[in-house]
């Protein structure tokens, strides 16, 4: 919600723009965008056929008269891919449980969207304790709260973001970083998608070994700075 209407418009643009003057970045650096809903339709217009994954910043835990709500059959409908679920903004000041987000979780699941799960420490702790915080939080998204639940780890990526990190001038230190996502990987005993977030910006991939990707937040309002963190990730 940084951005208005028209800056949003502009905004995808400038990232058409950036993928298409690097025709040789490597098949295996994906990119997704993450709009407001009303820009979702327009997101998938303008970055069509530059194979930019459209994603949604939320949504319900269902369809039917749940007025204000979007349903993620309805992001899938229109071709959205991947849906954030978890941020800590919503949790904190929506009141969103992890028997909310597993909710949400399985929802989108169902709806054949993958869900980038937001997972982080509210405060600064140890990279045991932190990793161990991490592990509860993807756990109950896993289905704690919901019966039958088809959602495992392969069907999810997830967004570390400690919370303390998150809107400061600097991300976590890289090596805190590299050790609670090593160790969160080590905990969950399988293979899963960990990208970082919280005040991600350019710079700082290079010195995350444990991570698969950034998050990036305000840092890529100017799409110069996606730019130089994708001529980053095509280096790895």
């Not at 319900?60 to 903004?89: D, F, K, Q, R």
């Not at 698969?212 to 100017?222: N, S, V, Y």
Request: proline fraction near 6%.
């Amino acid at each position: 919600m940084y951005l208005g209407y028209q800056a949003s418009l502009d905004w995808l643009a400038g990232v058409r723009d950036i993928i298409a003057d690097r025709p040789g970045l490597p098949r295996e650096v994906r990119v997704f965008v993450a709009p407001s809903f009303p820009l979702l339709h327009s997101a998938r217009s303008i970055l069509a056929g530059t194979g930019v994954i459209i994603g949604a910043q939320n949504c319900s835990e269902s369809g039917g008269p749940v007025t204000g709500e979007v349903s993620p059959e309805l992001l899938a409908e229109m071709g959205v891919e991947l849906v954030e679920i978890g941020h800590a903004e919503r949790r904190r000041l929506f009141g969103e449980t992890d028997a909310v987000v597993a909710r949400k979780t399985a929802a989108a699941v169902a709806a054949g969207l993958t869900p980038l799960l937001c997972v982080g420490e509210v405060m600064r702790v140890s990279p045991a304790e932190a990793a161990e915080f991490c592990q509860r939080q993807v756990l109950s998204a896993l289905g704690a709260a919901v019966p039958h639940s088809a959602v495992t780890l392969a069907s999810v990526m997830l967004a570390y973001e400690p919370v303390w990190a998150i809107g400061t001038t600097q991300p976590a230190e890289p090596a805190y970083v590299n050790e609670v996502v090593g160790r969160l990987r080590d905990l969950l005993q399988d293979s899963v998608r960990i990208i970082y977030g919280g005040s991600a910006q350019p710079g700082l991939l290079p010195l995350l070994h444990a991570v698969d990707g950034l998050f990036l937040g305000r840092f890529a309002h100017d799409p110069v700075n996606l730019g130089r963190v994708l001529d980053e990730a095509a280096l790895r």
